[in-house]
């Protein structure tokens, strides 16, 4: 007995066979396909009356194109983007709830129902506003910072790309102080008990007041006397 390789079924189904395998078959719906199916690099599967919607590989790279009027939607209860071979999340969207976007599996931002939470479950973590290519030649940034120590600490950090000489303010949460930073060295410390602990020799105004008279200096005293 031979194998079938085309059947044509009177008010019914076409049927085309491989080794006598049903791969394609006509429905009433339209038409089922068992099996892969392969199209070649540089040729487009186009969806709608005018083919707005493209779908194709050059050799090299994959597209979904869509020059409609109206939106690419995509709905799902959760949305992955993943890595080529399907091991690490890149990106993730949940239904009523959070969009999660990670650096080498490893999640980084995630929304929440007040805002937004920056993390790492590796380390320091930190956010950063760039300014690129400033008048000086350099990025200047402002920085965000949490360190992943036993004693932990969080730090706002003022400074470019070019140069290690930041300013920073720092929190240190064991022992419940403020620090203020030039130039990488400490300027002024504040600690639990509300102390304030300066690291320089001069405190004073870089200006005289206007109606200051003559021959008169400005000062600022610190003490209990009258005088």
């Known amino acids: 007995q031979g194998e079938d390789a085309v059947k044509i079924i009177p008010d019914g189904a076409v049927e085309l066979y491989h080794n006598n395998v049903l791969r394609l078959n006509t429905s ?17 599967i186009k969806i709608g009356a005018a083919g707005d919607l493209k779908i194709f590989h050059d050799g090299s790279r994959s597209y979904i194109q869509d ?7 995509i709905d799902s209860n959760e949305v992955l983007i993943r890595n080529a071979s399907g091991t690490e999340n890149i990106a993730k ?13 490893d999640r980084k931002i995630r929304t929440v ?5 920056v993390e790492s479950a590796t380390g320091d973590t930190y956010l950063q506003v760039i300014a690129e290519e400033n008048a000086s030649g350099n990025n200047a940034y402002l920085r965000l ?6 004693n ?3 730090v706002v950090e003022f400074g470019d790309t070019a140069d290690t000489n930041v300013g920073r303010i720092q929190y240190y949460h064991t022992d419940d102080k403020f620090q203020f930073i030039t130039d990488n060295t400490v300027a002024l410390t504040l600690d ?4 304030a602990t300066f690291a320089g020799t001069d405190f004073g105004f870089g200006a005289t007041p206007s109606g200051t008279p003559a021959g008169k200096n400005v000062f600022l005293a610190i003490g209990d006397s009258d005088t």
């Open 28 to 44: 009433s719906s339209g038409v089922d396909i068992t099996g892969e199916l392969y199209i070649p690099d540089n040729t487009n």
């Open 67 to 73: 020059s409609g009027t109206g939106n690419l939607n």
């Open 93 to 105: 969207f949940i239904q009523d709830g959070a969009v999660e976007l990670h650096y080498d599996n």
């Open 113 to 117: 129902a007040t805002g937004a939470v």
């Open 145 to 150: 910072r949490t360190y992943n120590t036993t």
């Open 152 to 154: 932990g600490y969080c």
């Open 192 to 195: 639990s008990s509300q102390n």
